[in-house]
């Protein structure tokens, strides 16, 4: 069966992982994900992610899930931009997320970036998710 929206999926399992106290979860690998995850990595929301592979061979992602003092780090992830709603902006009209506390991951035509970065760099894109 094929999936709608790769990304969404993988957001839910996060959300549904951390809720459920996992230290890890896995989900399988692309690269719009595995930029979104470095995204969240480099800004300190995940511990890091491993690409490997499951039984049949196919491609997988395990990203380690991160706390404090027991407490997910991820307070509230949501998908913005579906495949049914395409939801872009230009530099000026990027949204600050709790009032820049949180971030918002942006796919730019250099890469995919948290909001704060595609300001520096001057550039907007497609709104992929938000993360507090």
């Known amino acids: 069966m094929t999936m709608s929206d790769?990304?969404?999926d993988m957001l839910t399992r996060i959300r549904n992982g951390q809720h459920a106290q996992k230290s890890?979860?896995?989900?399988?690998d692309s690269k719009l994900r595995a930029s979104v995850l470095e995204v969240l990595r480099r800004e300190g929301f995940i511990r890091g992610y491993k690409k490997d592979?499951?039984?049949?061979?196919?491609p997988l992602l395990n990203i380690e899930l991160?706390?404090?003092?027991?407490?997910?780090?991820?307070q509230?992830?949501?998908?913005?931009?579906?495949?049914?709603r395409r939801v872009y902006s230009k530099v000026g009209n990027l949204?600050?997320?709790?009032?820049g506390l949180g971030i918002s991951v942006i796919s730019t035509p250099q890469g995919v970036m948290a909001d704060h970065?595609?300001?520096?760099?001057?550039?907007?894109?497609?709104?992929l998710c938000q993360v507090f």
């Open 24 to 28: 890890e979860i896995t989900c399988p």
């Open 76 to 84: 509230e992830i949501s998908r913005v931009s579906t495949p049914g």
């Open 95 to 99: 949204p600050r997320f709790y009032n």
């Open 53 to 58: 592979k499951d039984s049949r061979g196919l």
């Open 6 to 8: 790769p990304l969404g």
């Open 117 to 127: 970065e595609a300001r520096s760099h001057k550039i907007g894109g497609e709104i």
């Open 66 to 74: 991160k706390y404090d003092q027991g407490r997910p780090t991820i």
